[in-house]
């Protein structure tokens, strides 16, 4: 097994999320990867250990509001919208009040979703902060200096190395244990 550099790195990436269990452990994930590894820590199916830092599009994805509906409001919405055509001369009225309870019935929020599944490290700077970078896709694992991020892959000088899978589990436990579950 050899070590990975430039676009060997997104191959590393790739098995990550389209493996059956994966962990990673990325101060910075960029939202080209962001958005399919939380689906996978939402379905249950990764874990993952990043930084708090605005920067961070994986951390900035987890802090956003998700809609959620609230349905005693949509489905007479609903009925009003889809009936008011057969009211004849009344029908602004009860189109109105429909989509008045449609958007009424949508409110966003914060998801819980996965975030069992999510830690986070200390910021950078402080004690503790968590900076390396392994990545575990099933019975393979790589160590290196590599965030899951574009620049890993394109234009900086990054390796990740293939790692023992039993020994990568071992070094992404006991970083979970160091690292802080995600509140709020």
Known sequence: MGYQTGRGIAGVFEAVLNAEE????????DGQYAGRLLERVR??????????DEDNDFYRLLRQPMASIKWSLFIPGLVLVILSPALGLF?????GIGLFL???????????LGLANVRVSPRIGEEGF??????IAGDRAWIGSANMTP?????NIEVLV????????RIFEDAWSRARPLTG
Do not use: C, E, Q
Not at 91 to 95: A, D, E, N, V
């Open 22 to 29: 994966a962990m990673v452990i990325s101060p910075w994930i």
């Open 43 to 52: 379905n249950g199916r990764a874990r993952v250990i990043t930084s708090i």
């Open 91 to 95: 029908f602004p009225i009860p189109l």
């Open 102 to 112: 449609i958007l009424k019935s949508l409110k966003p929020r914060h998801s819980r």
């Open 130 to 135: 968590i900076h390396i970078k392994l990545y």
């Open 151 to 155: 620049s890993a892959v394109h234009r």
């Open 162 to 169: 293939p790692i023992d899978v039993n020994l990568a589990r």
